[in-house]
Each structure stands twice: as structure tokens, then as C-alpha cells.
């Protein structure tokens, strides 16, 4: 049978794709860094956009012009591109674990800086309290990327009363990670240190034309754009 533009993007990203490792997750995106961003384009990639957007629903044209946004898990930087159209003029900073992702983003002319860094528990965002106006993270808040008790220190560094948003797919072979990710969600809610204003659903990838011998999960191609803000310093 003759494979599809999607089909073939479909195999190499989602049945390539390492699961089980996250050093390899690395090593699978350092691998594909010149490449990601012709195949999220022919998986009709809506991520970036719709989180530009809606960060930009929150804040006036006036504080778009001077915000310091951190794009975490920049990638190639789909989102920062994305940001920039949206209208945001300020320092964009770019912070991701691939060394050949980050290089194609910087490529772009897009961010004012960029760090390489993997964040985890016990290896914290190298930048000091209240460094930022804003954080969005597309796509990081994942298996085998961005564990849910990172988001404790994405609020550290973000400035009071100011925003986070984040896309996620929470996929079907995923379950216990979508658990964890609104549990501590909840967690960080009920402590006081941020809200949920806003829970989104949206078409992440369309998928309608892949192949059926990839038995897709058609309610796998959706996920959410949520908008948290952190509360003030009492």
C-alpha cells in the first residue's frame, strides 16, 4: 500500500517515537531537529498557535510590547514564531533539553536568548525568583518530558498574579500521567499558590486521514490549553 505525506509523519512520530527512555526521547529529537518542523506542519500542528492566542486573549497590546515571556520546551521554536505573530515584541526566552532543536530555533531570529536545560525535581529552572511575565509551555507536559511536580518551579519563576499556559495531550496510553498532572494541578490550587481560569479543548493534530492500518485513536488527536495564574505573594 503507498504511504501518505501523513502516513509517514504519523510512523516516524508516533511509532518510532522512544517511549520507554528519556535519554533516548533526547536523542530522538536531537536526531529530528531539522526535520520537526515540516512534519508538525504536514500533522496540521495547532498547538503553537492556539496557545499564542490565548496568551494573548489575556494581556493588552501595551504589555505585549514589553513582556519577558519564557518559552519553556521551546523546540524549534513552532510556539516562539507563533508568540511573535500573536504580537508579543518583548524578550522571548527559549529553554529546552535539545541541543539541535534549540539550534533551529535560534536560527529563526525569534528569542532573545536561549538556555539548554532539562527540568526535572532535581534540576531547577536556572533563573532567579520572579524572572518572568509570562510562561508557555507547549507540548513539555508530557511522559517522559516534564514530570506534573516541575510545575511547582515553572510558578517560582514566574512574577505574582501573572500567567502560565500549557497545551497538553493527554493521550489514551497515558492515563496515569494525566492523573498525576491535574492531581498536583489540584495540589498547587488548593495550597494557595496558583488558579485554574481556564480549561480548553482543542484539535492538537488531524488525524482523520491516517492510514487504518495505524488504528488510530481518533480522541487521541485532541487536547486541552489551560491558563493558570500564580497568586500574589502574601
Same mark, same amino acid.
Not at 64 to 71: P, S
Not at 96 to 117: P, R
Not at 170 to 192: N, T
Given at each position: 500500500? &503507498? #504511504?501518505t505525506?501523513? =502516513? $509517514?509523519v504519523?510512523?516516524k512520530?508516533?511509532?518510532? *517515537?522512544?517511549?520507554?527512555n528519556?535519554? +533516548?526521547?533526547?536523542?530522538?529529537?536531537?536526531? /529530528?531537529?531539522?526535520?520537526? +518542523?515540516? &512534519?508538525?506542519?504536514?500533522?496540521?500542528?495547532?498547538?503553537?498557535?492556539?496557545?499564542a #492566542?490565548?496568551?494573548?486573549?489575556?494581556?493588552?497590546?501595551?504589555?505585549?510590547?514589553?513582556?519577558?515571556?519564557?518559552?519553556?520546551?521551546?523546540? &524549534?521554536?513552532?510556539?516562539?514564531a @507563533?508568540?511573535?505573530?500573536? !504580537? *508579543?515584541?518583548?524578550? %522571548?526566552s @527559549?529553554?529546552?533539553?535539545? @541541543?539541535?532543536?534549540?539550534?533551529?530555533?535560534?536560527?529563526?531570529?525569534?528569542?532573545?536568548?536561549?538556555?539548554?536545560?532539562?527540568? &526535572?525535581?532535581?534540576?531547577?529552572?536556572?533563573?532567579?525568583?520572579q524572572?518572568?511575565?509570562?510562561?508557555?509551555?507547549?507540548?513539555t507536559?508530557?511522559?517522559?518530558l516534564?514530570?506534573?511536580?516541575?510545575?511547582? $518551579?515553572?510558578?517560582?519563576?514566574?512574577?505574582?498574579?501573572?500567567?502560565? %499556559? %500549557? /497545551?497538553?495531550r493527554?493521550?489514551?496510553?497515558?492515563?496515569?500521567?494525566?492523573?498525576? *498532572?491535574? =492531581? $498536583?494541578? =489540584?495540589?498547587?490550587?488548593?495550597? !494557595?499558590l496558583?488558579?485554574?481560569?481556564?480549561r480548553?479543548? *482543542?484539535?492538537?493534530?488531524?488525524?482523520?486521514?491516517?492510514?487504518?492500518?495505524?488504528?488510530?485513536?481518533? @480522541? =487521541?488527536?485532541?487536547?486541552?490549553?489551560?491558563?493558570? #495564574?500564580?497568586?500574589?505573594?502574601?
Open positions: 500500500m &503507498t #504511504q505525506p501523513l =502516513d $509517514e504519523y510512523r512520530a508516533f511509532h518510532v *517515537f522512544p517511549n520507554d528519556p535519554a +533516548d526521547v533526547m536523542k530522538y529529537y536531537n536526531k /529530528t531537529g531539522t526535520t520537526y +518542523d515540516s &512534519t508538525m506542519k504536514t500533522m496540521t500542528y495547532a498547538a503553537p498557535e492556539v496557545a #492566542q490565548k496568551a494573548a486573549s489575556l494581556v493588552s497590546d501595551k504589555q505585549k510590547e514589553n513582556f519577558k515571556l519564557l518559552d519553556l520546551g521551546a523546540g &524549534t521554536g513552532l510556539s516562539g @507563533a508568540l511573535r505573530r500573536s !504580537g *508579543f515584541l518583548g524578550n %522571548i @527559549a529553554l529546552d533539553g535539545s @541541543a539541535e532543536m534549540l539550534k533551529v530555533a535560534m536560527e529563526k531570529g525569534i528569542y532573545s536568548d536561549s538556555t539548554e536545560h532539562i527540568l &526535572t525535581s532535581l534540576n531547577p529552572l536556572p533563573y532567579p525568583d524572572s518572568f511575565d509570562m510562561v508557555v509551555s507547549v507540548a507536559f508530557t511522559k517522559h516534564m514530570e506534573p511536580d516541575c510545575l511547582e $518551579e515553572v510558578l517560582r519563576v514566574l512574577k505574582p498574579h501573572s500567567y502560565m %499556559i %500549557i /497545551t497538553v493527554m493521550y489514551s496510553e497515558i492515563q496515569d500521567y494525566k492523573v498525576r *498532572f491535574y =492531581d $498536583e494541578l =489540584d495540589r498547587l490550587e488548593a495550597a !494557595g496558583m488558579k485554574i481560569c481556564s480548553e479543548k *482543542f484539535p492538537y493534530y488531524k488525524w482523520d486521514e491516517v492510514s487504518d492500518e495505524f488504528k488510530v485513536n481518533l @480522541a =487521541d488527536q485532541y487536547g486541552e490549553v489551560l491558563v493558570l #495564574q500564580k497568586r500574589g505573594i502574601n
